[in-house]
């Protein structure tokens, strides 16, 4: 896309309200805050019972060259390309982020007027793409579990996100880890010393 | 491109009925994820003997194998009559016959075609 071509819009959503709507929609299929979503068994059997008519599809590389995911507008039909799905039923965290940014298009933006702004018009919350990332990141990785994570290591594995969606997500929620304290704690100075000590040539 | 959907629909409900996912049956169908998906989307053609491999891998009941062909019957575009070896010229002329006229047959001939076919009667 060139600089002088428009741009996709929607309605203008915070952050905050996103947060909102994805702790509700986690609340009504009663998912546990610490307990990671199995994200393709909620989309293929378990997200249907609120959009009906969302199926998902799983389409040959070729015919998805560059794209992981998407959400056909007016239809609620989500899309992968077929190594993406794989990913997904292996639990990776990178599909399963791609997973719940489709679930945000379907349930933020199927059924919602799309239009087209000026490209030097840009403003985040009107991003439908922004939307979907807030929506995915605050739908695997509730708020309020996500601060009682030390480190970011122990979101990672708690939530089964990648590294820099835990470290966004923290940004977003202005979180500080406190991961280097913690780490210092699992490697004390002192055993590090005896260990030293210990693997010196008597 | 919709051919197959009734069939699609149909097999799609078995499957989230019986707790699988997309890949789980394609795994048990020995198909890739994709395939199976173009099927229940109707982009792809239901290949000959898939109704009996979806009914070996889901342990489908008569009901719903039934249901299953109905679906598939009503999804697909086009059907080929296999004549074999020994087909006759009469069976041959049949064949011909049908597929060349169908277009042009009445309502109440095709009923009574059927009814022969099946042995089924509405009365």
């Not at chain 1, 071509?5 to 994805?22: D, M, N, R």
């Not at chain 2, 919709?2 to 048990?28: M, S, T, V, Y």
């Not at chain 2, 049949?94 to 309502?107: C, E, I």
Request: overall charge negative.
């Amino acid at each position: 896309m060139t600089d002088g071509e428009a741009l996709k819009v929607v309605g203008p959503l915070t952050s905050y309200e996103i947060s909102q709507f994805a702790a509700q929609v986690r609340s009504v299929f009663d998912l546990k805050p610490d307990t990671p979503v199995k994200m393709a068994e909620f989309l293929e059997l378990v997200f249907q019972h609120v959009l009906p008519d969302c199926h998902i599809e799983v389409e040959p590389d070729e015919e998805m060259p560059g794209v992981d995911g998407a959400t056909l507008i007016g239809s609620p039909v989500i899309k992968f390309r077929a190594t993406t799905y794989d990913d997904l039923r292996r639990e990776d965290p990178e599909a399963r982020f791609t997973a719940a940014h489709e679930i945000g298009h379907a349930l933020l933006h199927s059924t919602r007027p799309l239009y087209h702004a000026s490209r030097s018009a840009y403003v985040k919350e009107t991003d439908p793409e922004w939307q979907a990332d807030q929506f995915a990141a605050a739908f695997l990785m509730p708020e309020a579990a996500f601060r009682r994570c030390g480190t970011a290591g122990e979101a990672m594995q708690l939530f089964k996100c990648a590294d820099h969606h835990v470290r966004d997500r923290a940004t977003a929620l202005n979180h500080r880890f406190g991961g280097i304290q913690l780490e210092l704690n699992l490697f004390p100075l002192s055993t590090k010393k005896e260990e030293r000590d210990h693997s010196r040539p008597s | 491109m919709a051919a197959n959907l009734p069939l699609g629909n149909e097999l799609r409900k078995i499957r989230q009925d019986a707790g699988l996912l997309l890949g789980d049956l394609a795994d048990r169908l020995n198909v890739s994820a994709s395939f199976l998906s173009q099927v229940e989307n109707g982009k792809k053609r239901i290949p000959d003997g898939f109704i009996g491999r979806l009914t070996g891998a889901l342990n489908l009941s008569p009901q719903q194998q039934r249901n299953l062909e109905r679906a598939a019957a009503h999804s697909a575009k086009t059907f080929e009559i296999r004549l074999g070896n020994e087909a006759s010229v009469n069976d041959r002329q049949l064949a011909h016959v049908l597929s060349a006229h169908f277009a042009r047959l009445t309502p109440a001939s095709k009923k009574k075609i059927m009814e022969i076919v099946t042995g089924e009667h509405d009365d």
